[in-house]
């Protein structure tokens, strides 16, 4: 140790130590290295180290010391360096390197090191810029690739085999109360789509009319009993056809009336209509319209929604019922109308009707017409009015005629 001689005219000369030097710290302004205590973790074992912490400018690396690390001393690369996400101290810094990163001991991969020194931790903020960085795994690219392929697939199989299958399993629990306010909701937007300005606006009513329509649909439901409690309506317009909406909505079309030419002809086609309200084969048929908003509705009760609404209303439109459905339908009716005392004559006499209409007017929409085998559906009513007994009209004239005029 260096010693200081100290004279005197009355003293002999003494040596005297100098200070020991104490540690220091050296600052980045104007140098290429900073010196600090650190904490290291190594991640593994639980090993805690109190390090010196050298930030080696030149280097661009954080050079950690300690007799207990492995070979006394560990490189950290500047451009590896990542601090820990959701660090509840704003005054120091706990670092680890990035995954893909290559060292030379396990250890570093996997350690932690924490700064607590400001101006450590400014210089390090200043000369890292990347330290918040979110380093994208390798293969993450192949694994996004892989899910937005199974989650393709699983978005077809839910619309081609999971909703189908959950419509005819929804159709057949869904509460009649629910099922009736759908199938209002349905009648509405199918009105506007036909032209209605408002709720109700193409409804047809007249005294006689109504007189009529309830004594007929009396008739057919008298004799055979029904789930649901009917509300058959008449809208005016051209068009030949009839629907069924869920919950028991029925809606006769002005055109159909009038190209009926006997009250049995609008018994069968309203018994047929009934047939899949009995069956819920429109509820079936909406739900899959509707798609995954239909069932999202039904399960929050909301049948209401504008996109969902109108897409079942333009199912109903144009709706195509399976030829089982139908089928099955076409029995019902015919067993309907007999129980009714009412022939089944009517059924194939309108059959034929249509088939004339669409000869003439192809482009008309016309009841039943995307359905095929319409003359086989009308000469199996005919054998089946073959085997019935005695029958009575349905309607008087006068009643048919109030009927058909319910628009005017």
């Known amino acids: 140790m260096p010693r200081i001689w100290i004279t005197s005219d009355s003293v002999p000369l003494i040596p005297v130590p100098t200070p020991k030097a104490l540690p220091t710290r050296w600052t980045s302004a104007g140098r290429s290295k900073v010196e600090t205590p650190a904490r290291y973790?190594?991640?593994?074992?639980?090993?805690?180290?109190?390090?010196?912490?050298?930030?080696?400018?030149?280097?661009?690396?954080?050079?950690?010391?300690?007799?207990?690390?492995?070979?006394?001393?560990?490189?950290?690369?500047?451009?590896?360096?990542?601090?820990?996400?959701?660090?509840?101290?704003?005054?120091?810094?706990?670092?680890?390197?990035?995954?893909?990163?290559?060292?030379?001991?396990?250890?570093?991969?996997?350690?932690?090191?924490?700064?607590?020194?400001?101006?450590?931790v400014r210089d390090i903020t200043r000369l890292c810029p990347d330290l918040k960085r979110r380093e994208v795994p390798p293969g993450t690219a192949r694994r996004v690739v892989t899910r937005l392929g199974l989650a393709v697939g699983a978005l077809v199989l839910m619309i081609f085999v999971i909703l189908p299958a959950m419509a005819g399993t929804m159709a057949q629990i869904i509460p009649i109360d629910s099922e009736v306010a759908w199938g209002k909701s349905m009648v509405r937007q199918m009105e506007r789509i036909l032209g209605g300005t408002e709720a109700g606006g193409l409804v047809c009513s007249s005294p006689e009319g109504d007189a009529a329509l309830e004594k007929l649909t009396a008739r057919l439901t008298g004799a055979t009993g029904v789930e649901y409690d009917l509300n058959v309506s008449v809208m005016d317009h051209d068009m030949v056809n009839a629907f069924a909406a869920p919950g028991g909505q029925i809606v006769m079309v002005r055109g159909l009336l009038e190209a009926a030419e006997t009250p049995e002809a609008v018994g069968a086609v309203l018994a047929h209509e009934i047939a899949h309200v009995e069956h819920r084969d429109s509820t079936r048929g909406a739900l899959r319209a509707a798609g995954s908003a239909g069932l999202l509705g039904l399960v929050l009760g909301d049948f209401a929604g504008g996109t969902v609404a109108v897409a079942m209303a333009e199912w109903m439109l144009n709706s195509s019922y399976t030829r089982d459905a139908e089928a099955k339908a076409d029995i019902y009716a015919l067993t309907m109308l007999d129980n009714a005392d009412v022939t089944t004559e009517g059924f194939a006499d309108f059959f034929d009707s249509l088939a004339e209409i669409e000869s003439i007017m192809p482009d008309l929409p016309v009841y039943m017409s995307s359905h095929p085998q319409t003359a086989t559906r009308a000469d199996a009513a005919r054998s089946f009015a073959a085997t019935q007994g005695p029958t009575q009209p349905l309607l008087t004239p006068t009643e048919f005629a109030a009927l058909q005029s319910i628009c005017d």
């Open 41 to 120: 973790f190594d991640g593994e074992t639980g090993l805690r180290l109190d390090v010196d912490l050298t930030l080696d400018v030149p280097a661009q690396a954080l050079i950690l010391l300690h007799p207990d690390l492995p070979g006394g001393v560990q490189h950290w690369p500047l451009a590896a360096l990542r601090m820990l996400a959701d660090q509840a101290r704003t005054d120091q810094l706990i670092l680890s390197l990035r995954a893909d990163h290559s060292y030379d001991s396990a250890l570093i991969a996997t350690g932690r090191l924490t700064v607590s020194d400001p101006q450590m």
